[in-house]
């Protein structure tokens, strides 16, 4: 029950206020999963590294904002009494990120060894797949020009691999940086490679169309694992499914109409499959599209009559 009156005019102090209980799991689970022995061997002088990545992974699952940012809520002087810390410099946290990134390769490594000895995973089935992120600056010797996601092809960037144990488990297990130049194939050996070791026999590698070449497939098969991927569609696939019905497709879901064929070929098995419901929400979906062009030359064709005219095809 309230039972005191709150002021009309909210004005800022310095109180500051942060989740408590997230860093309470960062510090446990830092300890539980050895980040100490892993982290502590490179750097040993100075501030302790152990102690900066306790706040700054408490500060990057809460706030999560720039490095700079970061910097500014750690040095607040509740939250390095609570990581038991002095003031620092903006400088020192950057140079810990430079050791994580030049020691990246043993770092995670290391981490690995760790989450499967401690853990007994049902299965290594790894979901894989690749990025890119965009880079406003020039500083970054890995900082290329190259296929942009995020359709800034005027900015250099850097690609990602992640590699990440498949469901019911969806815990991350690997992660790669390659130059912002390097495509989906190339960047996938070295995606596989850094877990590849870690999976169990008859494990299922999964991965889009865009790494899918027959050296990376043959490369997996040769690991004695199993693969699913997207397929780049070519002509005899094409005069496959203009013949669709004459396979005998098999129902797979009667509610939303999917029917698939199975064409086995020596080293591996095509699968292609048909929904009626994805059919009628893409033709929907291109009418839509079509009535939208339509009232758009209408529009243009009103507004634009001098000394212009509206192109629609």
Known sequence: MQTKLRTNEIEPNENISFPIGTICLVKRLYESLNFNGIFGKHKRHGVDINKLLKALISYKLSDNFSIKRSHEWINRIEVLELFDLNPFSERTLYRVLEIIGTNREEILSDIQDVIFERYDFEHTNINMDWTSLVLHGNKAGLGKYGYSR????????????????????????????????????????????????????????????????????????????????????????????????????????????????????????????????????????????????????????????????????
């Not at 098995?269 to 893409?282: G, H, T, W």
């Open 150 to 313: 995020d359709h800034r092809p005027d900015k250099k960037q850097i690609t990602i691999g992640v590699t990440e144990l498949a469901e019911p488990i969806n815990i991350p297990i690997g992660l790669t940086i390659e130059p912002g130049n390097t495509n989906d194939q190339s960047h996938f050996k070295k995606t596989y490679s850094q877990v590849r070791k870690r999976l169990k026999p008859e494990s299922l590698v999964i991965f889009d169309k865009g790494a899918n070449s027959i050296k990376n497939t043959a490369m997996i098969r040769a690991d004695n694992m199993q693969y699913i991927t997207a397929k780049k569609l070519n002509k005899s696939d094409d005069k496959i499914i203009a013949n669709f019905e004459n396979y005998h497709p098999e129902t797979i879901d009667e509610e939303t109409g999917i029917c698939g064929i199975k064409i086995k070929k020596p080293n591996s098995i095509n699968y292609l499959y048909f929904s009626k419901k994805l059919q009628k929400e893409q033709l929907d979906s291109r009418a839509r599209k079509v009535l939208r062009q339509i009232k758009e030359a209408k529009n243009g064709s009103s507004s634009d009559r001098v000394g212009s005219y509206y192109n629609f095809y």
